[in-house]
């Protein structure tokens, strides 16, 4: 079971969209849809932005969005904005009831 | 508004065992579709999943932990705990607890881990 994996880092300006990719496998990423993707403010609780790989939970804006393509996932955040600057992870079942999460994505507002 | 919270000593000596508590408020942890969880991120790492204790009762964990981890549960407190033994450095990680939210509908499942603790840190040193 390795992690998933995800770009150490990414950024862009206000009103830019990026773009975070989560590399896994057929036995991950790939065989199921049930990635999701946390936003973390070190020192603060986790926080779900995608889930099921495209569903946004209630008050998530829809800037937020989820993609996937065989066994890569992906976050799009539109019109990115300075809250937004925090660390990203993705997490993927991973068969037999466990799950994998990504080494995480420092999204940078410039 | 579902809280967790974890609590635990922040400091556990080598070979010795690591336990932390996770205490929900706002919400019943015995409520069906809802599972418990443990997250740790080691310094400067990603996060890693320890294990997850279903509503069943049935306990799942992470292969790469072995035989060194127990998930329980103690619905009288509203809490489930972790206990990590024989520890080593390697184990000092901020520690997340979260729920699992897990329901089937027809033929679609939906998993998500949907609230998370703010973490707590645990250091392995002598």
């Known amino acids: 079971q390795s992690a998933l994996t995800q770009p150490r880092s990414v950024s862009g300006s206000p009103g830019q969209s990026v773009t975070i990719s989560c590399t896994g496998t057929?036995?991950?990423?790939?065989?199921?849809?049930?990635v999701s993707w946390y936003q973390h403010h070190p020192g603060k609780a986790p926080k779900l932005v995608i889930y099921d790989v495209t569903k946004r939970p209630s008050g998530v804006p829809d800037r937020f969005s989820g993609s996937k393509s065989g066994n890569t996932a992906s976050l799009t955040i539109s019109g990115l904005q300075a809250e937004d600057e925090a660390d990203y992870y993705c997490?993927?079942?991973?068969?037999?009831?466990?799950?994998?999460f990504g080494g995480g994505t420092k999204v940078t507002v410039l | 508004q579902l809280q967790l919270q974890e609590s635990g000593p922040g400091l556990v000596k080598p070979s010795e065992t690591l336990s932390l508590t996770c205490t929900v408020s706002g919400g019943s942890i015995s409520s069906t579709n809802y599972h418990w969880g443990w997250i740790r991120q080691p310094p400067g790492k990603g996060l890693e999943w320890i294990g997850t204790?279903?509503?069943?009762?049935?306990?799942y964990y992470n292969p790469s932990f072995k035989s060194r981890v127990t998930i329980s549960v103690d619905t009288s407190k509203n809490q489930f705990s972790l206990k990590l033994n024989s520890v080593t450095a390697a184990d000092t990680a901020v520690y997340f607890c979260?729920?699992?939210?897990?329901?089937?509908?027809?033929?679609?499942?939906?998993?998500?881990?949907?609230?998370w603790g703010q973490g707590t840190l645990a250091t392995v040193s002598s």
């Open positions: 057929s036995s991950d990423v790939g065989g199921y849809n049930y």
């Open positions: 979260a729920r699992l939210n897990g329901y089937c509908s027809g033929s679609s499942c939906s998993y998500y881990f949907d609230y």
């Open positions: 997490c993927s079942y991973a068969g037999t009831y466990s799950w994998v």
């Open positions: 204790l279903y509503y069943s009762g049935s306990t």
